[in-house]
């Protein structure tokens, strides 16, 4: 047997190693970043009056003019409108996520009450047409202090 043949083996079988964890890396943190950097390229490129936006920042509000890299925003109640660049969006409000937001705020009882969706069934304010005896609001009580 040769003395230098398991040393090239040995050499060989790191450089394929090395190969393969270039390729991982490569499928599993490269591939992807540059996928989402095109996709919020792309989602900024298409931003056109009207659509809901947020901000990097967190501001909430509705484009009302844009520029070549400058768009305007008008936010809250007062209407105030300032520029933006358009690198400075984050996302699109989807209309469906409007509609829903707006829906699960207030949802409107047979007696005209108004109840929160997103409390539990057993957290809603009772009718004044409940006639319950206090044994049963005392366990419904001790049931919201058990789920904390």
């Known amino acids: 047997m040769d003395p230098g043949a398991p040393a090239g083996n040995s050499n060989m079988i790191t450089l394929v190693m090395l190969i393969a964890l270039i390729a991982v890396m490569y499928f599993l943190m ?40 400058v768009l305007t925003i008008q936010v809250g109640a007062d209407k105030v409108k300032f520029e933006i660049m358009r690198w400075g969006i984050s996302t699109v409000v989807a209309e469906s996520t409007n509609k829903q937001v707006k829906a ?42 058990e789920d904390k």
């Open 30 to 69: 490269i591939r992807p970043q540059r996928k989402k950097e095109r996709e919020i390229s792309s989602m900024r490129n298409n931003l056109k009056v009207g659509d809901d936006v947020i901000t990097i920042g967190g501001i909430r509000g509705k484009i009302v003019k844009t520029k070549e890299d």
């Open 104 to 145: 699960d705020k207030v949802d409107k009882t047979e007696e005209g009450e108004e109840q929160s969706r997103s409390l539990p069934k057993r957290l809603k304010p009772k009718s004044s047409t409940d006639s319950s005896d206090s044994s049963k609001d005392s366990d419904a009580v001790s049931e919201v202090q």
